[in-house]
């Protein structure tokens, strides 16, 4: 079982692993002991050499002071023998860190040394004093005491006692450099004998795995380039370690299983083809219903055109016939101002049309909705346009409460005026026209019917479309009906119509119940 095989050859491997490992743990753990021996050692070398510097700078300044008189700044001297007295504890405290590490036996007589060394500073400091007090002796008889505490005290005992020391931490610093360098040269040689006697077991097992592993590998590259070139029906041979009797049995399954899938690719082929055909039938029909767009927008265009051309015309024709008159009376000026100030609405209004449009593409239309009592604001509208034609027949239901809605009031009166304007518009002078309003949980809807014309059911579609004017013999633009349809759908509502041919239409808002709908 070539599982085993893996699995032996893995046992192996993790038990040199962990011996390499255990290797390195001990030589890191020896080197980390010897280094900080090391370092013990060169911080006692040096707190001894700073320990004799200070001393002797001491020394210097209490000499200076017995021999030629000067007083000694007393601070200084203080603050020398507190660094000596903190150099002595350190070098205390390293001394025993550096006993309990090596032993006794490698640290013989160094904490006793420092004790004498100690006291014979302190004795040396107490002679400088006991000279410098006393009084009854002679100049000559004070020389001869410091000659010899210098030459006796100071050059000899402290400096030996100080040479002793550092030659001790020197031998101990050597000692310690050899045993590093023999730790070394061992863990390298250990580290050569590990390798060389365990390298070759893994060479060996490396190749003995891949000897097992090639003939069934050799076997699966067979069975892929039999299904690369196709030859489904080809079955490979299953003789082979369990695991890759398994691989090998998945190939001649999958061989049947893309046999399958080749022939339901054929069928997909033939139906992504068909697919193809209709879409195409699609796009053909999109694109003469973007043809037919293009044609509307261009009438539309040449409609807009012409409305604009003909106030501009008159208002043109009105003034330069005043400008050719050489007298014009008060009421022709009047006249002639007015056709030229109605002109003028007329083209203010298309222009504030298209402006809107312009706007609502954009995403720059902006709605001021304010809390309108929707009640009274609907009999407002409805008075309003009764005054314009007081001789119809206005048949009003208004199922209403006291609900507020929060919507823009001139907006929307423009949407509803669109609707009633069209509605007086279409359909004979005099016949009733109803409009219906009620609220209900989800939406409040205003219905507008008239008795008019009416609009062919294939016509009903596009009304609400720009550009489109259902006859041709029309005054408007094409536009009312898509400006209505802009601002209801602005404020989350919808428009929709009903409508017969000669029986006349009826045009519903429907927007959302107390809800607000933020601009």
């Known amino acids: 079982m070539y599982r085993t095989k893996l699995y032996l ?64 700044n007393q601070a200084e001297v203080r603050n020398k023998q507190d660094l000596i007295n903190q150099s002595l504890a350190r070098i205390r405290t390293l001394e025993q860190e550096q006993r309990e590490s090596l032993g006794e036996s490698a640290t013989e007589g160094s904490i006793e040394d420092t004790d004498a ?96 592993l090639y003939q069934p590998l050799e076997h699966i590259k067979q069975a892929a380039d039999t299904l690369v070139a196709g030859r489904y029906d080809i079955r490979v041979a299953t003789d082979l370690d369990r695991e890759f009797k398994a691989v090998m049995t998945t190939f001649n399954l999958l061989g049947e299983r893309l046999a399958e899938h080749e022939q339901l690719a054929a069928e997909s082929q033939q139906r992504l083809a068909r697919e193809v055909e209709q879409r195409t039938q699609e796009l053909v029909a999109a694109n003469h219903q973007l043809r037919a767009l293009d044609n509307q927008r261009r009438q539309f265009l040449a409609d807009v055109s012409h409305e604009l051309r003909t106030p501009l015309t008159i208002i043109r024709g009105e003034a330069q016939v005043l400008l050719r008159q050489s007298e014009v009376n008060t009421e022709t000026y009047r006249e002639a101002l007015q056709s030229m100030l109605q002109q003028a609405l007329q083209l203010s209004q298309l222009v504030d049309d298209l402006l809107l449009l312009a706007r609502t593409d954009s995403g720059a239309m902006l709605l001021e909705r304010e809390p309108q009592q929707l009640k009274s604001w609907l009999r407002k509208q409805l008075e309003h346009w009764q005054r314009i034609e007081p001789e119809r027949d206005w048949q009003i239901a208004l199922e209403l409460g006291d609900q507020l809605l929060h919507f823009d009031a001139e907006r929307m009166s423009q949407a509803l005026g669109i609707l009633l304007d069209n509605a007086i518009k279409y359909s004979p002078s005099g016949s009733p026209l109803q409009i219906a309003a009620q609220v209900s949980d989800a939406h409040l809807s205003i219905a507008v019917s008239d008795q008019g014309e009416g609009i062919a059911p294939h016509d009903t579609q596009r009304i609400f479309e720009r550009f489109v004017r259902i006859r041709r013999s029309s005054k408007g633009t094409g536009l009312g009906l898509a400006i209505a349809k802009t601002i209801v759908e602005a404020h989350g509502g919808e428009i929709t119509v009903v409508s017969k041919l000669g029986q006349g239409s009826t045009f519903t808002i429907l927007l959302p119940a107390m809800k607000e709908v933020d601009a």
């Open 9 to 72: 050859f893995g046992a192996i491997v993790v038990v040199v692993v962990l011996m390499a490992l255990a290797m390195a743990a001990i030589s890191a753990t020896l080197t980390k002991a010897n280094l900080r021996q090391s370092f013990i050692a060169q911080s006692l070398l040096v707190e001894h050499q700073q320990l004799s510097s200070i001393s002797y700078r001491l020394f210097k300044q209490l000499t200076d002071e017995l021999i030629f008189g000067e007083n000694a």
């Open 117 to 212: 060394l100690e006291a014979l500073l302190f004795s040396i400091v107490e002679e400088f004093r006991t000279i410098a007090r006393t009084e009854s002796e002679t100049p000559l008889a004070q020389r001869a005491r410091l000659q010899i505490l210098l030459e006796a005290t100071i050059d000899n005992q402290f400096r030996e006692a100080i040479n002793t020391a550092t030659e001790r931490q020197s031998r101990v610093v050597s000692a310690l450099n050899s045993s590093i360098e023999t730790l070394n040269s061992a863990l390298i040689w250990s580290s050569v004998a590990f390798a060389a006697v365990f390298l070759p077991f893994v060479i060996w097992g490396c190749a003995w795995l891949f000897r097992q």
